[in-house]
């Protein structure tokens, strides 16, 4: 079964901080798929955050 994790924010603009954030969720749950969500803006703003197999690390 595919799972997206959505990460919803309330703040003025998405950073690349929320997107890092993101992307640390993505590794430690295992997932793939992301949306990060703002609602502070006027409308919607949201972005697809991907994990991709080259941005994993083995440690």
């Not at 949201?46 to 994990?51: A, M, N």
């Amino acid at each position: 079964m595919d799972k997206i994790i959505l990460e919803v924010k309330c703040c003025t603009a998405i950073t690349n901080f929320h997107l890092a954030q993101c992307l640390n969720y993505l590794r430690v749950s295992g997932n793939k798929l992301a949306i990060l969500a703002n609602f502070k803006s006027n409308s919607l703003e949201y972005e697809r955050v991907v994990l991709e197999q080259k941005q994993t690390k083995k440690i």
